[in-house]
Each structure stands twice: as structure tokens, then as C-alpha cells.
């Protein structure tokens, strides 16, 4: 069967104003991001990617934009199924505002339990994107072979309840899965199971030297906005 290639979307407006983003429209990357976007075909240089997948969101069809210039023979399919959580009411609002509901507690220690008001439940977010990849496994192994790669373009939470996922976590731990902003995280799947390769990759060491104000032990929802 496949591998997978799964890209965080780059930095955007919304990861440095400190919103969680959801899908209000208009979230555009920042100027890191749109670097960091700039920069993705020279990573994947070499790789023989099949098809490229992505969220709806301006900001993974501006993330997987450059690559599809450099590589004019592939076309982006969207598949809303990658799209973001959808988070109802608390699209669009601060984190540091969010920090103190209720729910968040919830969404931290039990996220298989948590469903956002006037959106979905984390659970049927993981569900969702799951069931689009295993049809996307199909599909590519179809056209292009079992020893196929393609690329999905997609966001924080998506990716990492995937990778809980290929790993056979329960979504109560995937808030211990970190991918940042542009990272890339490989999964090889075959009959039997699937095998993770790489995981959170940005070819930047940056994030993990000391901070001057500590992180919490929260895991950032949404996926956090990587390096300062």
C-alpha cells in the first residue's frame, strides 16, 4: 500500500495572533509560512509524489501552492474530509480566552469525550479523516502501485489523530503528538499495518531550545504555531 506524506499547513495569521482558526474563512499563511510553503519542494526534492490531497482552507492550498508550480504535472484535489476540526463557537476566539473554559480540561485529559458546541466531537473529526485516507490509499494504489507516495496537505489535530491512529493510540493520547507548522510526517501503510516513519519534521531544531516563558502542559489545540 501507499505512503503517506502528511503536511501541516505553514504558519498563519491566525497561529501568531493566538486564534483557533477552525474554518473561518480568510486565515491566510504569514510571512514565515509563506516561506516555509516556499521552501516544501526543496524538501521533498527526490520524492516521487503520485498526488497531492488538501484541506479546502486557504491555508494549505497556499501551503501546497509552490510545490504544485514546481511540479506542474500534479493538480491538488481537495477532500473536505481533511479539513480542520470543526470547532462551532470556538472558531475564531483566543486561546489564552479558551484556556479557562470547562471544556477545555476535557479536551486536554479525555479529547475522545470532548465535542465543541455548535460543532463536531473529536471524535468524528479522527473518524472523518481516517476514513479519507484508506480511500485514498485505494484510490493511489489503484492508479499508481503499491509502492506509490502521495502527499496530503492538511492541520494540527487532523495529522495528529492520524498518527494515533497508524499507531494504534486511543485519541485519549493524542495530545502528546506535537507536529508544527510545515512539518511533515511520513506513514508507510500495508496490508496489515501501517508503519511510522516520520514524525513532526521541519529540519529545524529551533522549537526545542528553552523558551524565556515556559509552555504549560497543555498540548496547543489547533497544533500550536511552532518556533518563535
Same mark, same amino acid.
Given at each position: ?34 516561506? $516555509?510553503a516556499?521552501?516544501? %519542494?526543496?524538501r521533498?526534492?527526490? +520524492? ?5 490531497v488538501?484541506s479546502?482552507? $486557504? ?6 501552492? %509552490? ?12 477532500d ?7 470547532y ?9 480566552e ?9 479536551v $486536554?485529559?479525555h ?16 473518524t472523518r ?9 485505494a !484510490? ?34 493524542f $495530545? !502528546?503528538?506535537?507536529?508544527?507548522p510545515c512539518?511533515v ?6 496490508r496489515?499495518?501501517?508503519f511510522?516513519? !516520520? +514524525? ?6 529551533a522549537?526545542?531550545? %528553552? ?12 497544533g ?5
Open positions: 500500500m501507499p505512503t503517506l506524506i502528511l503536511v501541516r499547513h505553514g504558519r498563519s495569521t491566525a497561529n501568531t495572533a493566538g486564534l483557533l482558526a477552525g474554518w473561518t474563512p480568510g486565515v491566510a499563511l504569514d510571512e514565515r509560512g509563506t516561506a $516555509q516556499a521552501a516544501l %519542494p526543496g521533498l526534492d527526490g +520524492l516521487p509524489v503520485a498526488e497531492v488538501t479546502p482552507l $486557504q491555508r494549505c492550498r497556499e501551503t501546497v501552492q %509552490p510545490l504544485l508550480a514546481a511540479r506542474p504535472e500534479l493538480t491538488a484535489h481537495t473536505e474530509r481533511i479539513g480542520e476540526c470543526h462551532g463557537d470556538w472558531s475564531g476566539r483566543k486561546l489564552a479558551l484556556k479557562d473554559e470547562p471544556l477545555m480540561e476535557v $486536554q485529559a479529547p475522545s469525550a470532548a465535542a465543541f458546541p455548535g460543532g463536531e466531537s473529536m471524535r468524528a473529526m479522527q479523516a481516517a476514513e479519507a485516507v484508506r480511500e485514498w490509499n !484510490r493511489v494504489e489503484r492508479d499508481h502501485g503499491a509502492d506509490a507516495v502521495y502527499l496530503m496537505c492538511s492541520h494540527g489535530d487532523i495529522i495528529k489523530s492520524l498518527v494515533a491512529d497508524a499507531l494504534g493510540l486511543h485519541l485519549d493520547l $495530545q !502528546r503528538i506535537s507536529v508544527e512539518s510526517t511520513a506513514i508507510r501503510y500495508t496489515l499495518r501501517p511510522l516513519v !516520520r +514524525l513532526g519534521d521541519t529540519g529545524d531544531f522549537s526545542l531550545a %528553552p523558551r524565556e516563558e515556559p509552555e504549560g502542559g497543555d498540548a496547543p489545540v489547533g500550536g504555531a511552532g518556533a518563535p
